[in-house]
């Protein structure tokens, strides 16, 4: 087969053309003459000059050599984009060869991208009257509406509002009972997301979600916000505990975005036109001393403390647990006068105490429906391996008093005694040992 010219082969795709074994080869390339006939390969004129390689094309629709909007090359750009991990993408209509996108089911084929986008939360499952305190309330709703309306104040303005107190007092949840009041569409994220094994990958995580949120504001016209819940379990420093280097990654993102709330990059060149409408942060936490001090001072971050003590008058006050209770209470007939005295018998605990009471209330009927059921050996048969047709036998809940759930409430106060002892223990012995 003859050849128009010569050309070269890099060493790397040296294996693909093996040489024979007796003909020596340079370490660099390969070089193939104009010819294979044997009269030519005897020759002694001199090997024509080197050519250098000309740039070979794929075809008209490969992706290889695909430009995005900006005449740019696309894969490059997703690489510097994604860092080589985009899986979003599949074959989007415009992008990556039409003629694999097809129009059978849409004009992309990756037909999930748009619900592996949503990344927000709705709160449809939230059905019934529940209570929101007033001053827990007109405090979100005021950091909200502050960062929407901030182009119209002349204040500096607080992004992040910081959200704190003893476990179980209800913070995410009565905030989610505000987002659902307002209509708002939030993006909420987790302590356990603030950490990976890649480095940058948290951060560049809050940029996105960031930007999601701000997306929700530009194309749906809806509310939105970001949400971190318990942030100090993510960021905090307790005891001899190591910072990594995503810990000092997503302090400084979060203090850039408080800084410059509508410029937020998530590695692409900076357009006029890239603009982030502001979008204000919420964090929950049980304990904000653990956090890098810098980002939470007073121009970044408005702490509110939520913190249930019957004893020190704290919000939420004697009031607002009431009727929180209350609503808790009040499918299952409980009058007022019987929940304050409940409120009053336990003080000083956190909200999810009087929800556990009326789980507690719970286990003797659980207990007796197992034994209607075929008893433990059949649980497996009756709860996954029924027949399609054939339904789980009715289960009653109990009638709910004041007496059953003040008998769950000591029971409950009897493990929290137990396990406080127990904690004091290990303290004294490790003193002991020191």
């Known amino acids: 087969m003859a050849l128009s010219s010569s050309f070269q ?30 009269e030519n390969d005897s020759r002694t004129d001199p090997p024509p000059p080197l050519l250098p390689p000309s740039k070979k094309v794929l075809s008209d629709q490969s992706s290889w050599e695909a430009k995005d ?17 985009n899986i979003a993408v599949g074959a989007r209509a415009g992008v990556i060869d039409d003629l694999f996108a ?35 309330l007109d405090k979100v709703v005021t950091h909200i509406v502050k960062n929407y309306i901030s182009h119209l104040l002349d204040i ?12 179980g007092q209800g913070k995410s949840f009565q905030t989610e009972l505000v987002f659902q009041a307002m209509g708002i569409e939030p993006v909420i994220m987790s302590a356990g997301e603030l950490e990976s094994e890649r480095a940058g990958e948290p951060g560049r995580l809050i940029r996105e979600r960031y930007r999601a949120a701000s ?36 302090v400084g993102t979060l203090m850039n975005l408080a800084d410059n709330p509508t410029r937020v990059s998530i590695g692409q060149d900076w357009r006029e036109s890239d603009f982030t409408n502001r979008i204000p942060i919420i964090f929950t ?23 249930c003590d019957y004893f020190l008058k704290r919000q939420p006050n004697r009031e607002d647990i009431v009727n929180i209770v209350h609503r808790m209470y009040e499918k299952d007939g409980i009058p007022t006068d ?12 956190a909200l999810d105490f009087y929800g556990a009471l009326r789980s507690r209330t719970y286990d003797r009927s659980i207990s007796k429906w197992i034994d209607e059921i075929g008893g433990v050996q059949k649980l497996g048969d009756k ?52």
């Open 215 to 250: 997306q929700v504001v530009q194309n749906q016209g809806k509310m939105s916000c970001l949400m971190i819940n318990d942030i100090d379990a993510g960021l905090g420093r307790f005891g001899n505990t190591q910072m990594t280097v995503n810990n000092q990654i997503v």
């Open 69 to 85: 909007s900006e005449g740019n090359d696309y894969l490059y750009r997703l690489g510097k984009e994604a860092d080589n991990m």
């Open 156 to 167: 500096k303005i607080p992004l992040i509002l910081g959200i704190w107190g003893g476990k």
């Open 383 to 434: 709860l996954l391996r029924r027949k399609k047709n054939e339904k789980l036998p009715v289960f009653t809940p109990p009638k709910q008093t004041v007496e059953a759930l003040l008998e769950s409430g000591y029971s409950l106060l009897k493990e929290q005694q137990l396990i406080m002892e127990t904690r004091l223990s290990k303290e004294y012995m490790k003193n002991m040992d020191d």
């Open 102 to 136: 097809g129009k059978f089911l849409g004009r992309d084929s990756d037909i999930v991208f748009d619900y592996r986008q949503k990344v927000t939360r709705s709160f449809e499952y939230l059905q019934g009257d529940y209570y929101i305190a007033p001053i827990f």
């Open 9 to 38: 082969i890099p060493l790397h795709l040296s294996p693909l053309f093996p040489s024979p074994p007796t003909t020596a080869r340079k370490p660099s390339l390969l070089r193939c003459s104009n010819s294979s006939s044997p």
């Open 338 to 349: 019987d929940v304050v005295r409940i409120v009053d018998e336990f003080p000083n605990q």
């Open 285 to 307: 936490g049980n304990d904000f001393s653990t956090i890098y001090a810098p980002l939470i001072r007073d121009g970044r971050m408005e702490k509110f403390y939520w913190y």
